[in-house]
């Protein structure tokens, strides 16, 4: 599968109406019984968790946080997130909280950044936009995370690729993912990627959240809401599908493997 070129100094890729895949993605998740709570609004939008509780236990049921659509030019997480929801696959004994979509003022106008030129995903520390302010309070409300889920693309990347936090050395659903995703989509075979050094699609960051002046959403919940984190990043030269293919692929081997080794 070769890229498609069009990506130049930023995304030029297909793009998405996301009013109506935020009114699909909900229609999907109130046929399957999720429960949606809004944490904020703005200009007729909805910022909205989904959850869906462990179907049935033995308790404690592993608790996944799983978000996406926090940059407006990235259309393969908010539509990952909704074949989810359809497909309806999920582990039985998984407690699932969903952000199907955290920007949709910056897919509005098909730009990473919202509404207001800020980069979210870059405000965590500072908190200077309300959409942020308002997730993080909502968060705050909330029990910890056992695996937290953060869903992206990257218009630059020669493939698929993701970061792992693993703050306490869990077995690694890295290498899982990247095997899941391999039969969908290119993996980024680069030995450097954003700067970090990468192995067959897996960078490893410093886990110090001190080293980082300004926080991503991981950052955020590995400081107050989690110990293993995962971002998955589908490469958006690659046709739409095949990211959603890819997002799609990871997500589902992350949970398979998380909740079959948590039951065990
Ligand atoms: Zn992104």
């Not at 050395?169 to 680069?190: F, G, K, N, W, Y």
Request: aromatic share 8%; hydrophobic share 35%; proline share 8%.
């Amino acid at each position: 599968m070769e890229k498609l070129g069009k990506n130049h100094d930023r995304y030029h890729g297909e793009t998405i109406a996301i009013r109506n895949v935020l009114h699909e993605i909900g229609t999907a998740a109130r046929e399957n019984s999720w429960t949606a709570e809004t944490f904020h609004t703005f200009d007729d939008f909805k910022w909205f968790a989904l959850r869906r509780p462990a179907s049935h236990v033995p308790p404690p049921a592993p608790r996944i946080y799983i978000s996406t659509g926090i940059h407006g030019d990235e259309p393969a997480g908010p539509l990952a997130t909704l074949r989810l929801l359809r497909e309806n696959q999920w582990p039985a004994g998984a407690d699932i909280t969903l952000l199907p979509c955290l920007n949709p003022t910056g897919f509005q106008q098909n730009t990473r950044e919202n509404g207001s030129g800020i980069d979210l995903n870059r405000d965590y520390l500072h908190l200077q936009s309300a959409e942020i302010r308002a997730q993080v309070a909502w968060l705050e409300q909330q029990v910890g995370f056992d695996l937290c889920l953060c869903l992206h693309e990257d218009w630059e990347a020669h493939g698929f690729y993701l970061y792992e936090l693993n703050l306490d050395s869990r077995p690694s659903l890295a290498e899982p993912m990247v095997t899941a995703v391999s039969q969908v989509c290119p993996i980024d075979p680069s030995e450097t990627i954003e700067g970090r050094p990468a192995e067959q699609g897996i960078i490893r960051p410093s886990a110090d959240p001190r080293t980082r002046a300004q926080w991503p959403e991981a950052f955020w919940l590995l400081t107050h809401k989690t110990r293993l984190s995962y971002t998955l990043e589908a490469p958006s030269d690659f046709p739409l599908n095949t990211r959603v293919d890819a997002l799609v692929a990871g997500v589902n081997t992350a949970l398979q493997k998380f909740c079959g080794t948590t039951a065990a």
